[in-house]
């Protein structure tokens, strides 16, 4: 273990491996038959991850669904032992990983509060100063007396959520809270984030929002099939996250041939592109139709050369637009301003939708749109920018004369 006093947590050389019975015999008779042949498939979910976690820092962990860092938290939280390596935590520990663990789905979302408050070590009298603040939080007040099983999912993990952040703690493990609940009360997740980060609380959240990493964390790290894959700042491993996305679409999409159709699960449609040439600005809009519910989506656009080069790639993420959550049948307009450096020709646009996370893709539209540019340009290149000549120097042997 480090002896700096100033590590919460320290990972060193954690691997974690699970055994897969090769074949499940149900009968005697293959029992009996495939006594000697019994084996396992040994899993490995982690492989020599250290990293360590100072007091009073804010550290993202991020990457794709069976990267392993579920495991890792698990881990970290003593929920799991590591098959090699060691894991030490100095402080109190609290994980929300598996929200509502204990509640009953026969007792009313009142008797689960104080059911609830109890596995977490609350005598009866505290619960009773905190229940209207835990009730108010979840947004769960004319409910309260119903049993708890006609809740839907996101209720009951908005009110465990709301329990469990009552829990006076050193260290907490966030599992992606962040998908918890409409877009106001992610606001007040939002909110509660600040609040332990002027705590100085030290605090591990797991997300696919990479908004949210680069808002609130210090650091961050990648798992990618159980290693870590990227360690730095938010902004560095947010783009690595998404470049994993990027890459796996740009795959698909050359493995599908996919150019001048569509492809997608459909939750958003792309439904209208047009694009309008000025002298300095190039105004293209998209429009959307929304099939189903999706909690703050993805809009893309690209731009392509008629030779097929990319110039422009565009999206609501990189601009750090929050679209919120985009409910079944609505539909979304979108208006991107780009600078006219185009030179003479023609140009195709392609337009897309994905999750939040880039993980799922709702819309992809090859040739979804184009443009003309009409006017001659007196350039060789592939773009027209504006440019500025800012210094002319001509130099003789030592001398140096400015023009």
Request: contains cysteine; hydrophobic residues 35%.
């Amino acid at each position: 273990m480090s002896t700096d006093s100033a590590i919460a947590i320290n990972v060193s050389n954690v691997s974690k491996s699970f055994k897969l019975p090769l074949e499940s015999q149900n009968s005697i008779k293959g029992k009996i038959i495939n006594f000697n042949k019994r084996g396992y498939n040994v899993q490995e979910a982690l492989k020599d991850i250290s990293f360590e976690v100072k007091k009073g820092e804010f550290l993202g962990i991020v990457g794709r669904n069976g990267s392993g860092k579920s495991t890792l938290l698990k881990l970290i939280s003593g929920i799991y032992s590591p098959t090699t390596g060691s894991i030490d935590i100095d402080g109190k520990l609290v994980p929300f990983i598996e929200l509502g663990v204990g509640f009953s789905p026969e007792l009313s979302g009142r008797d689960n509060v104080y059911l609830n408050g109890a596995l977490l070590g609350f005598t009866r009298p505290e619960v009773d100063k905190m229940y209207d603040e835990i009730v108010a939080f979840a947004e769960l007040e004319v409910f309260m007396d119903q049993k708890l099983k006609n809740y839907s999912s996101g209720m009951q993990v908005r009110l465990a959520f709301s329990i469990a952040i009552k829990v006076s703690t050193d260290i907490l493990v966030l599992d992606e809270v962040l998908a918890v609940g409409d877009a106001a009360f992610q606001q007040k997740c939002f909110d509660y984030f600040m609040d332990l980060k002027r705590q100085k609380k030290t605090v591990i959240l797991v997300t696919h929002d990479m908004g949210a990493v680069k808002q609130y964390c210090d650091r961050a790290i990648m798992i990618e099939e159980g290693v870590i894959a990227e360690e730095g700042t938010p902004e560095t491993v947010a783009a690595a996250y998404q470049q994993l996305f990027v890459t796996e679409i740009e795959e698909q999409a050359t493995k599908d041939n996919i150019r001048g159709k569509r492809w997608g699960s459909g939750e958003i449609r792309t439904v209208k592109t047009s694009a309008t040439v000025n002298k300095d600005i190039i105004s293209i809009t998209t429009e959307y139709k929304a099939s189903k519910n999706v909690e703050n989506p993805i809009f893309g656009l690209s731009i392509y050369s008629q030779a097929g080069t990319g110039l422009v790639d565009a999206n609501t993420y990189q601009v750090n637009k929050r679209t919120g959550d985009i409910k079944s049948g609505q539909t979304v307009k979108l208006v991107w301003d780009i600078p006219n450096v185009f030179i003479q020709g023609k140009y195709r646009i392609s337009t897309g939708s994905t999750s939040s996370s880039f993980h799922k893709v709702y819309d992809q539209v090859a040739d979804a749109g184009s443009f003309r540019i009409s006017i001659e340009t007196p350039t060789g290149g592939i773009i027209f920018p504006k440019v500025e000549l800012k210094d002319f120097t001509v130099s003789a042997g030592s001398a140096k004369q400015k023009k």
